[in-house]
């Protein structure tokens, strides 16, 4: 376990190398819900606590759930919590987000997660190790997300997530099927002449069809040089 710098409000994240680091897709997803009207927020799959950080530093006055299964992300979690001393504001449950208890039951304004983008059928699995279950829906289908979000959301909470575009209509189909629908999306481009790989969106439980798609976010101006926007985000 190392302590690092995240740069963002003066705070600390615990990581572990053999474990998924923050990366730029957990910044985008943290940066990309409107905060506003939004009290409880819940995080299926917390990892090492890169988004709650930065949903704190966001919007301090918001009460953060993060669930997370594995245990040495959760020991780094834990950790990260306790030197940023926000035990006040964020609850850490160890355990699978496929059983969170009924206590739970439509009590959340938002659920947040960066699923795994690959299907447990698919043919072109990465390498093995604890990356794995980050990369593989091995735990967990994107089925199992909406129905866990279904549980939890009250009415006409959201459902904010990072995916891959190629799965978009299959996505599309499995969060109506579950009664969300997705209201807002926002592709990803690495360079603005690239393809939109990735995107960012916003489901509402109970909401009707029709779907906003805002302006691309393209993450880099130049090689290994972020854009104006994104760099906002680690100036916040």
């Known amino acids: 376990m190392r302590i690092?710098?995240?740069?963002?409000?003066?705070?600390?994240i615990a990581q572990d190398k053999e474990l998924f680091c923050l990366n730029i897709d957990s910044v985008l997803l943290a940066n990309f819900p409107r905060l506003s009207s939004v009290r409880r927020v819940i995080e299926f799959g917390s990892?090492?606590?890169?988004?709650?950080?930065m949903l704190h530093c966001r919007k301090e006055k918001i009460d953060i759930t993060g669930v997370e299964q594995d245990p040495r992300a959760f020991d780094c979690?834990?950790?990260?919590?306790?030197?940023?001393?926000?035990?006040?504001?964020?609850?850490?449950v160890p355990g699978d987000f496929r059983d969170i208890p009924s206590s739970c039951d439509q009590s959340f304004d938002m659920v947040i997660a960066n699923p795994p983008y690959l299907?447990?059928?698919?043919?072109?699995?990465?390498?093995?190790g604890h990356r794995l279950a980050a990369k593989v829906e091995m735990?967990?289908?994107f089925s199992d997300y909406c129905a866990s979000a279904r549980k939890v959301l009250r009415k006409r909470g959201r459902f904010v997530f990072i995916h891959r575009s190629d799965r978009?209509?299959?996505?599309?189909a499995t969060l109506s099927g579950h009664g969300i629908?997705?209201?807002?999306l926002r592709f990803v481009h690495s360079f603005s002449v690239s393809e939109g790989q990735k995107f960012l969106c916003e489901a509402v439980k109970g909401g009707q069809p029709g779907c906003r798609v805002m302006p691309?976010?393209?993450?880099?101006?130049?090689?290994?040089?972020y854009t104006d926007e994104v760099l906002g985000y680690y100036r916040r």
């Not at 990892?47 to 950080?53: C, D, E, Q, R, S």
């Not at 299907?119 to 390498?127: E, G, I, L, M, N």
């Not at 691309?216 to 040089?225: C, E, T």
């Open 77 to 92: 979690l834990l950790r990260t919590v306790e030197i940023n001393d926000l035990k006040a504001s964020v609850k850490l």
């Open 216 to 225: 691309p976010l393209i993450v880099y101006a130049g090689k290994s040089v």
């Open 168 to 172: 978009l209509p299959e996505l599309a």
């Open 181 to 184: 629908e997705m209201k807002l």
């Open 119 to 128: 299907s447990a059928v698919t043919k072109k699995r990465p390498a093995g």
């Open 47 to 53: 990892g090492t606590g890169g988004v709650l950080l």
């Open 139 to 141: 735990y967990g289908t």
């Open 4 to 12: 690092d710098s995240l740069t963002v409000g003066g705070m600390k």
